[in-house]
């Protein structure tokens, strides 16, 4: 998994969508203390199959988009950004192939987060993403 994630990170982080979140791109989550708008991805599952001569993964991954900017039009140019670099996008994956990649849900959430300055409004996108990849 850890190639996937690598593949994952280097696609995000040398696009566009890099610079609307200040390259504030984090595996799991972010640092305490990290300032909106930001991204994290992780996974939520990973089903291995076995076709008796290929092994195949099956991994969701979400990922997580955050703003406190009172107006949608940060948060939405962020997920505009991300579902126009991974639907049906193409990883490099050392060691594996990548067989499909598509968008399986999206969830908006208005938030609220405490902050050490207090309760602070947060926009939320959970976008949940299905690549099944392909051990070489």
Known sequence: MKE??????NKLTGATLSSLVRGQIFIGRAPKGTAYPYI???PIS???EDTFKNKIDSVAIQFSLFSSNSSLIEIEGIYS???ALLDDAVLTITGLTQCI???ENTIFIDEQVITPSGTED????????QIIVETT
């Open 46 to 48: 990973d089903v291995p």
């Open 122 to 129: 947060v926009w939320h996108y959970a976008v949940d993403y």
């Open 40 to 42: 994290i991805f992780f």
């Open 101 to 103: 990649l598509y968008r």
């Open 4 to 9: 996937l994630f690598i593949a994952i990170y």
């Open 81 to 83: 950004s991300l579902i």
